[in-house]
């Protein structure tokens, strides 16, 4: 990679993909399905082992750095859990490697000769102390590298007093194999990259085995994978909590919802009991008061009645003693007519004698 590809990797890697306004490459996002979780989670195998004998040349998702630049700044803000991906990716190669690592062991127990049970477990602990010695040595190598002379030196007197274990391991074994057996090469799989390990290496292979990038690479991806599933059973826990606060909340909620919801029942009960009693009171009010009108209507009208009967009975007296006052006038006229009929016909009587005396005496 040139000068200015390593640049602009790492603009990108530093800014993300809207660096330069460049919008072909926003057409993707990192929550993209092509793209791959476990490269932006910086775990990806293909990237991890390149250049190893176990090359698994490139990815078939998506790897760019401005997306693992735009995760980084969008996972501070909320959880994509793109950790469950990563993890299901890298169980399953290292699922496929554990499967290389029991066939490699079965190939061994067919092509090397049997030994003992004693013989064996002596045998197994010259290769863990081969295996110690040499992650000492890469370990002491990378303090080196880094500067720290003083601890490189303490991690290379711990690698002596390895050796010196070593040695009495040794020689324990070869005590209790034959001399043409032992001359032989007994081999060992590495249960972390399932190469091949002899019993008679040299430090100087055994610190390249332990210290060279595929060792190192299976380590970094199986120490990966347990922080992930570490990370996704926090945050399995952590978004559980929440879930169980938030319904604890919404339950909270509820139950203040339905005291609310009794107490303004109970408060619209009481207010209706209320409309009710004063209802019943003015309709109790209303009815006193159309009783006592009544009352007084009915006492206006009795006394009504009685003064009109009173008035008809006056009136009908005084009709009466004038009808008879009448009457007696009309019979008082009567008689009196009857009289003055009565002496207008005496006179004429009396008349017609003194006449008819006249006429006599004539």
Request: glycine share 4%; with cysteine; charged share 45%.
């Amino acid at each position: 990679m040139s000068a200015q590809a390593q640049m602009r990797a790492l603009l990108d890697q530093l800014m993300g993909t809207a660096r330069d306004g460049d919008e072909t490459r926003q057409r993707v996002k990192f929550t993209d399905e092509r793209v791959c979780k476990s490269h932006l989670l910086n775990c990806c195998p293909h990237d991890i082992l390149s250049g190893t004998r176990m090359d698994l040349g490139e990815c078939t998702k998506i790897h760019d750095l401005a997306l693992r630049a735009d995760y980084e700044i969008a996972s501070k803000e909320r959880d994509l859990f793109f950790e469950l991906d990563a993890v299901d990716h890298l169980e399953s190669f290292i699922a496929d490697c554990d499967r290389r690592t029991e066939l490699a062991k079965k190939r061994l127990a067919e092509t090397q000769e049997e030994i003992s049970a004693e013989v064996a477990a002596k045998a197994e602990k010259v290769h863990e102390l081969n295996e110690e010695i040499g992650k000492l040595l890469a370990k002491a190598e990378q303090l080196g590298a880094e500067g720290n002379v003083d601890e490189a030196q303490k991690v290379l007197q711990e690698v002596e007093k390895v050796r010196s274990r070593k040695k009495d391991a040794e020689e324990e074994y070869r005590n209790s194999m034959p001399a043409s057996s032992f001359q032989q090469q007994k081999l060992r799989v590495c249960e972390v990259c399932s190469a091949y390990l002899g019993l008679h290496d040299n430090d100087r292979r055994l610190a390249d085995h332990f210290g060279g990038k595929l060792h190192l690479g299976f380590i970094q991806i199986r120490e990966k994978l347990d922080q992930l599933k570490k990370t996704v059973v926090d945050k399995q826990e952590k978004r559980n909590q929440e879930r169980l606060k938030r319904r604890e909340e919404r339950e909270k909620e509820e139950r203040m919802k339905k005291r609310t919801r009794s107490r303004s029942r109970e408060h619209r009960r009481s207010r209706s009991r209320d409309r009710r009693r004063r209802r019943s009171r003015s309709t109790s009010r209303e009815r006193r008061r159309s009783r006592s009108r009544s009352r007084d209507r009915r006492r206006r009208h009795r006394s009504r009645s009685r003064s009109r009967s009173r008035g008809h009975r006056h009136s009908h007296e005084q009709s009466s003693k004038h009808k008879s006052s009448r009457d007696r006038e009309h019979s008082s006229r009567d008689k009196s007519r009857e009289r003055d009929r009565r002496d207008g016909m005496n006179g004429r009587s009396d008349h017609r004698r003194g006449d008819d005396r006249d006429m006599g005496d004539l």
